[in-house]
């Protein structure tokens, strides 16, 4: 399958999903109801319509803040959500509930950004430590020192018992997105489109700070532009839904072993692959225990698992 | 022309190179040989601004290294490195690609197709173009590696030992391509090599090498003798001479 019939095919699957979504839920709606009914219209704007982008906007460019953090890390089993990054932006919203209450939501956001990189930055020059020839030694750092710094956030929301926000950030989903509260996403949004604009500066860093530099980039600046990509996404999906491990992890792998990592032809597939395997977790988790939900990760974690594991006993490596 | 001048250099606290002074004239081949660990990989990755310079200064043309702008250099001297890090998943055509970033930044015109193919075919990659690298041969992994330093298209080019892993028509072919670049095009080329006999086969100039300091510098039928190898690599190893040309027995 090439790269552009792949492309063709998830974004059929991806529009299909949208129009199941935006019909699933626990108020009946059929498409014929939006003539008809006033209310379904309202329903459809106020919450079907935000859930659905919120979900297909977090999925796609979580998968690319991963593959950006694969590049810049040179390591394929790190993501945002699991080394630090996410719990770092839990910890700057914390600070910022707890510090200027009444701050705009913007600036609770920026300190989230700051606290998120601030942390993605230590990580890294953790791992920059660590003898190349173990590579698996990266993402169980990330997996402690992420878990280090959940639990002082934990800690610290304890301390001011603020525990029940804990939960809103910790656990991804997306049952109480409505309209009015989820509009930050589409700065990730903006966000993972601009980077595509760099897509050939991520995976020159990709190669190596050698070939980078003997290739003219200035590759501690596009690594620092990598990660701030990387924190503000994070930072605003912890903040809106909460944190979604697995789909910055398995979808820039599946992209990767199947069309290769030369970002500026495959991370609009990425983007694509992102959305669309997110949002049927999010349906299957609407649908699976109606009229109750699972949260999104939790089925993500299984569906992505199983995909993860069937891409690695199967199939051709890298066609073209 | 590069000018290297009183370049030193320590891994930490041990010192490496040695108050280094050398020019390398514009045009030609010159090789770099030496022993094991004598600098040469040092020497180059500092030329080629890879390490950042403890002290002296080197000047390529014009543009002195450390000072000018990297994307400047880039458009005047290329390397391949000794050893590249370990790719990430890439094809060929894709690899020789990025050897036209410091043109194109992101965004190749038709002119950087053109210069990819070319490389792609003066390497005789066409088959392979559209392979992914880790599912080459080491010695045509090799091939691809030097088809992207010969995209990037500078009037210098710095290899540390190209012709590992390269058979001997590989080998020869490369080093007709250098020689032709370097008379046809007027590049200046810097090789390092263990190969003696490849060295004075085809090098302009020829320099040694030996324990961080330049030993000798000169024509390889100047330069390669029985003293220099028992100098310079510590081995006893006897040289003919055929039509002319020093040829070391092994
Ligand atoms: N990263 C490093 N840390 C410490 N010492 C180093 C490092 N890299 C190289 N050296 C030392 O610097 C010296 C010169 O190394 P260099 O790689 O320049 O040698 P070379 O002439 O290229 O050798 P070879 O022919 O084996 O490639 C050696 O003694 C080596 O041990
Ligand atoms: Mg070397």
């Known amino acids: 399958m090439t790269r552009q019939t792949a492309g063709v095919l998830w974004l059929t699957g991806l529009l299909a999903l949208a129009a199941v979504s935006l019909f699933v839920g626990v108020i009946d709606m059929a498409p014929g109801d939006l003539f008809a009914d006033p209310e379904a219209l309202r329903l459809l704007a106020l919450s079907r319509f935000p859930r659905t982008a919120a979900v297909l906007i977090t999925g796609a460019s979580l998968a690319v803040a991963g593959t950006i953090m694969q590049m810049l890390v040179r390591n394929r089993f790190v993501e945002p959500m699991t080394a630090g990054t996410g719990q ?59 878990g280090i710094i959940g639990a002082g956030v934990t800690f610290v929301a304890y301390q001011y018992d603020l ?80 944190m979604i491990p697995f789909v910055g992890l398995v979808v820039p792998n599946i992209v990767s072993r199947r069309f290769g990592d030369n970002l500026r032809a495959t991370l609009p597939l990425t983007a694509l692959m992102g959305g669309a ?19 999104v990760g939790t089925v993500f974690g299984v569906l992505g698992a199983l995909v993860f594991l069937w891409l690695l006993y199967s199939g051709p490596r890298h066609a073209k | 022309m590069i000018r290297i001048e009183n370049v030193s250099f320590a891994h930490g606290a041990a010192p490496v190179l040695h108050d280094i002074s050398l020019d390398i004239p514009r045009g030609g081949i010159t090789a770099l040989v030496g022993a094991n ?12 601004r890879l390490a950042p310079l403890q002290g002296g200064r080197i000047v390529v043309d014009d543009l002195e290294v450390g000072a000018c702008r990297s994307d400047e250099l880039a458009r005047k001297l290329a390397i391949l490195p000794q050893t590249a890090d370990a790719a990430p998943r890439l094809t060929v055509r894709e690899l020789v690609g990025f050897g036209r970033y410091p043109y194109h ?13 070319a490389a792609i075919a003066a390497f005789e990659l066409g088959a392979l173009a559209d392979r992914p690298l880790d599912t080459l041969s080491g010695g045509q992994r090799q091939r691809a590696q030097v088809a992207m330093t010969y995209a990037q298209d500078t009037d210098y080019v710095l290899l540390d030992e190209p012709l590992n892993n390269l058979d001997i028509a590989g080998s020869r072919a490369l080093m007709q391509l250098l020689q032709h670049l370097a008379r046809e095009h007027g590049r200046t080329i810097v090789v390092v090599l263990h190969d003696l006999n490849y060295a004075s086969a085809y090098a302009d100039h020829l320099v040694t090498m030996r324990a961080g300091r330049i030993a000798e510098a000169g024509h390889p039928t100047e330069v390669v003798t029985a003293d220099m190898l028992r100098d310079t690599f510590g081995t006893e190893a006897g040289v003919h001479h055929v039509n002319g040309a020093p040829v070391v027995l092994v």
């Not at chain 1, 395997?277 to 949260?295: N, Q, W």
């Not at chain 2, 930044?105 to 193919?117: N, S, Y």
């Open chain 2, 37 to 48: 660990g004598a600098g040469k990989s040092t020497l180059l990755s500092l030329i080629a």
């Open chain 1, 163 to 242: 525990l029940q926000y804990i939960d809103i950030w910790m656990t991804g989903e997306f049952s109480g997105v409505l309209k009015g509260r989820y509009e930050l996403l589409w700065i990730a949004a903006l966000v993972a489109v601009l980077t595509y604009f760099a897509a050939d500066q991520f995976a020159i860093a990709g190669l190596g700070r050698t070939a980078s530099v003997s290739l003219g980039l200035n590759y501690g600046q596009v690594v620092l532009i990598g990660l701030v990509a990387i924190s503000i996404v994070t930072a605003l999906t912890v903040v809106t839904v909460g």
């Open chain 2, 105 to 117: 930044k992101g965004r190749p015109g038709r002119d950087d197709h053109a210069k990819v193919e």
């Open chain 1, 88 to 146: 770092g932006a839990a910890l700057g919203i914390l600070i910022a509930v707890i510090v200027t209450p009444a701050a705009p939501l913007m600036a609770k956001m920026a300190l989230a950004s700051a606290t998120a990189l601030a942390s993605t930055l230590g990580f890294l020059a953790m791992v920059r430590r660590l003898p190349p020839t173990q590579p698996l030694l990266v993402p169980l750092v990330g997996l402690v020192y992420g």
């Open chain 1, 277 to 295: 395997l997110t949002l049927a977790s999010d349906i299957l988790g609407r649908l699976l225990r109606y009229p109750f939900e699972i949260p």
